[in-house]
């Protein structure tokens, strides 16, 4: 069982935290015997102490006074030996080697001893005070505020331990990431009230280079391609400047895609229509403008082609939006391809929103209404209502209950914003030095006062529910939660599996599961991946996200249905949409929304045979069976494999016109 814990234990933990932790229990029956039999002292003394031993200290590891009968005492000893016997690496080339059933007989019992020791003598170890990662403050400023915020522009990226980035060991606070929070404090608390920069900015969104022929994704509009949809925050109720670049023929400079023939342009803001430009054709829209000229890869000079060079001079409408966060689309209506267009289908290249102008603070938001839970009608109401509201947000941000010293500061600064101008600026100033507060920021799990250094103990209830959140939802408790943190209840019986029951039911969840496998599967990384676009032409970025999409959808089922953990490489099902299936050569599925898909054969069973998981694992120009087997040891098997041996030469790329196999090579 320890290999699999090892590479496995929090998928499978997450997988066994549903209703009834069939998973779990499976894992446990099928290490029953092994766990039975205890690790031979014989074959340890045998291949391995005639080097490991006092006198030697080979690799400055003796083995000759390890107790195999009191295997926790010696545990982390006895993990490398684990480690190197599992790899291969031990016993080294020309040393006796027992054979293979033998071999692994000691090691599956040394593993299951090892779990059965620390299952018995819990060591949760040291945990380091840590703040919270950029993706778990984007989300609690979220589920505090009710205020999606963009956190690469708030934030610089995270670095990762052991590759996951809500490693307490990676996230310390240097003074200049601190500057970075009390700058994103500045920025929210202000967007929150409701007292924003009024200075209009343009922000540019772009498709990227990739064909624009499919519709890109679930939120654009039924039967329109060539487009792409954003979630823009409108900071204030004003007029905003939509504007439209069409993508371009990088040779000369011109549209591609429009023809003489009619196309239309659809912008859209949370699915309503609210403008479409005509271009072409008999409509009165802008002109699209001609140029006769010879295409660059016609050296002879026989064709003349029409190019199309200032259609989308005149895509650009003033409108006016409410403030908040608008999901908005632009893209061309589904039209047959035209035999006059060269380029293919026209595409947008890219969008501008600019604004606000003539903009007005909005009276109502989701984050005014979670932020004043009283209004005060005179000014001795004010300051009892300030309390109120201070206390409330500190409650949820610092995930624990209100003492004094928590509120006196704040109160303090909301006494000088009050001062300055009004009862708002006053709440808008205290909640920016919340937002940069400790208590905030960091996650501290404080030692009880009555227990010795280096002994085991209990989590308050409180501290629990705060990992619980940060777990399952990558974010700060909600109320429920710490309700019945506070009232010491959590741990009761049943309370605890009742609460991870809702909260994985929750579409908060969602956050954490594809948190998670991006990282553990190392799927985040096919965005860094750049095919050869000559070999694989079909590659884009939406077949890109398509496959991402799907591993996680995949690992959701594997959560919210409580599948055996051993489904995750045997599963006979997956998620498809038409783009992806086409590249998986299934031919009957259509649309763009995801549907579950049961596979014919064996060949994509499982996490192995999914497409984000075998481009991550190959190379621009091919696939890599080390780099796959490598992966396979590391991220699922938990057993890397030895560095190589010096001045191994690189293998021989293979010829495009006679391609093969490296077996057959």
């Known amino acids: 069982?320890?290999?699999?814990?090892?590479?496995?234990?929090?998928?499978?933990?997450?997988?066994?935290?549903?209703?009834?932790?069939?998973?779990?229990?499976?894992?446990?029956?099928?290490?029953?015997?092994?766990?039975?039999?205890?690790?031979?002292?014989?074959?340890?003394?045998?291949?391995?102490?005639?080097?490991?031993?006092?006198?030697?200290?080979?690799?400055?590891?003796?083995?000759?006074?390890?107790?195999?009968?009191?295997?926790?005492?010696?545990?982390?000893?006895?993990?490398?030996?684990?480690?190197?016997?599992?790899?291969?690496?031990?016993?080294?080339?020309?040393?006796?080697?027992?054979?293979?059933?033998?071999?692994?007989?000691?090691?599956?019992?040394?593993?299951?001893?090892?779990?059965?020791?620390?299952?018995?003598?819990?060591?949760?170890?040291?945990?380091?005070?840590?703040?919270?990662?950029?993706?778990?403050?984007?989300?609690?400023?979220?589920?505090?505020?009710?205020?999606?915020?963009?956190?690469?522009?708030?934030?610089?990226?995270?670095?990762?331990?052991?590759?996951?980035?809500?490693?307490?060991?990676?996230?310390?606070?240097?003074?200049?990431?601190?500057?970075?929070?009390?700058?994103?404090?500045?920025?929210?608390?202000?967007?929150?009230?409701?007292?924003?920069?009024?200075?209009?900015?343009?922000?540019?969104y772009q498709l990227g280079y990739e064909r624009r022929d499919a519709r890109a994704g679930e939120e654009m509009p039924f039967a329109t391609h060539g487009g792409l949809a954003v979630r823009h925050h409108f900071p204030l109720d004003g007029e905003y400047v939509f504007a439209v670049r069409l993508k371009r023929n990088e040779t000369v400079e011109t549209i591609d895609g429009i023809a003489e023939d009619e196309h239309q342009i659809e912008l859209r803001i949370d699915h309503a229509l609210v403008e479409r430009f005509p271009i072409g054709g008999r409509y009165p829209g802008p002109d699209p403008g001609q140029l006769i000229a010879v295409p660059e890869d016609d050296l002879a000079g026989q064709r003349l082609h029409e190019y199309r060079m200032t259609a989308d001079h005149a895509l650009e409408v003033r409108l006016p939006v409410e403030a908040g966060t608008r999901l908005v689309s632009v893209a061309f209506t589904d039209v047959a391809p035209s035999p006059h267009a060269a380029g293919g289908l026209p595409g947008v290249d890219k969008f501008f929103v600019s604004g606000p102008f003539d903009g007005a603070v909005p009276d109502d938001t989701l984050s005014r209404r979670r932020i004043f839970r009283c209004r005060p009608n005179t000014t001795q109401q004010e300051e009892p209502c300030a309390r109120e509201i201070i206390g409330g947000l500190v409650r949820r941000a610092y995930r624990r209950p209100v003492m004094s010293e928590d509120l006196d500061p704040l109160m303090r600064v909301y006494r000088e914003g009050r001062q300055d101008r009004d009862f708002e600026l006053g709440i808008e100033r205290a909640l920016e030095a919340l937002l940069a507060m400790p208590g905030f920021l960091m996650r501290v799990e404080r030692r009880p006062i009555d227990t010795r250094a280096g002994a085991v103990y209990r989590l308050s209830d409180v501290e629990l529910a705060s990992r619980l959140s940060f777990f399952l939802w990558r974010s700060i408790p909600d109320d429920e939660l710490l309700d019945l943190a506070e009232r010491g209840e959590l741990n009761e019986a049943g309370n605890l599996a009742a609460q991870v029951r809702r909260m994985l039911a929750d579409p908060r969840a969602t956050r954490f599961m594809d948190d998670f496998v991006g990282q553990w599967l190392q799927v985040r990384n096919i965005f860094s991946q750049d095919p050869d676009g000559a070999l694989f032409a079909g590659f884009n970025d939406s077949l890109r996200k398509a496959m991402v999409q799907e591993t996680e959808l995949f690992f959701r089922s594997q959560v919210l249905e409580d599948r055996p953990v051993q489904d995750l490489l045997r599963a006979d099902y997956t998620f498809l949409n038409e783009q992806l299936a086409r590249h998986y050569g299934v031919d009957d599925l259509y649309?763009?929304?995801?549907?579950?898909?049961?596979?014919?054969?064996?060949?994509?069973?499982?996490?192995?045979?999914?497409?984000?998981?075998?481009?991550?694992?190959?190379?621009?120009?091919?696939?890599?069976?080390v780099l796959r087997?490598?992966?396979?040891?590391?991220?699922?098997?938990?057993?890397?494999?030895?560095?190589?041996?010096?001045?191994?030469?690189?293998?021989?790329?293979?010829?495009?016109?006679?391609?093969?196999s490296l077996r057959e090579r």
């Open 629 to 660: 087997g490598k992966w396979v040891l590391e991220t699922l098997l938990g057993a890397p494999p030895p560095p190589p041996p010096p001045n191994v030469p690189p293998l021989a790329e293979n010829d495009r016109r006679a391609p093969t």
């Open 1 to 204: 069982m320890a290999i699999l814990t090892r590479g496995v234990l929090l998928a499978a933990l997450v997988v066994g935290l549903g209703p009834g932790a069939r998973s779990y229990a499976r894992l446990e029956a099928a290490t029953a015997q092994a766990q039975a039999d205890a690790p031979s002292r014989e074959l340890l003394d045998r291949y391995c102490v005639t080097c490991h031993n006092e006198r030697l200290r080979t690799a400055e590891l003796a083995l000759d006074h390890v107790d195999l009968s009191d295997v926790g005492t010696h545990a982390a000893v006895l993990e490398k030996v684990v480690h190197k016997l599992r790899s291969g690496q031990m016993p080294p080339e020309g040393r006796p080697r027992p054979d293979e059933a033998t071999l692994a007989t000691f090691v599956t019992s040394l593993e299951s001893a090892l779990d059965q020791a620390a299952a018995e003598r819990p060591n949760p170890g040291r945990v380091a005070s840590r703040r919270l990662n950029r993706v778990e403050y984007v989300h609690a400023i979220e589920d505090l505020l009710g205020l999606e915020v963009n956190g690469e522009e708030l934030l610089p990226s995270d670095m990762a331990g052991f590759g996951f980035d809500n490693n307490a060991e990676v996230l310390s606070i240097t003074p200049g990431l601190m500057s970075r929070y009390i700058a994103a404090a500045t920025k929210i608390s202000r967007a929150a009230i409701g007292s924003p920069d009024t200075r209009p900015v343009m922000q540019l």
């Open 591 to 625: 649309g763009s929304h995801f549907r579950r898909y049961a596979w014919e054969d064996d060949r994509r069973h499982g996490l192995l045979g999914q497409a984000s998981l075998l481009t991550v694992t190959s190379y621009a120009n091919r696939t890599s069976v």
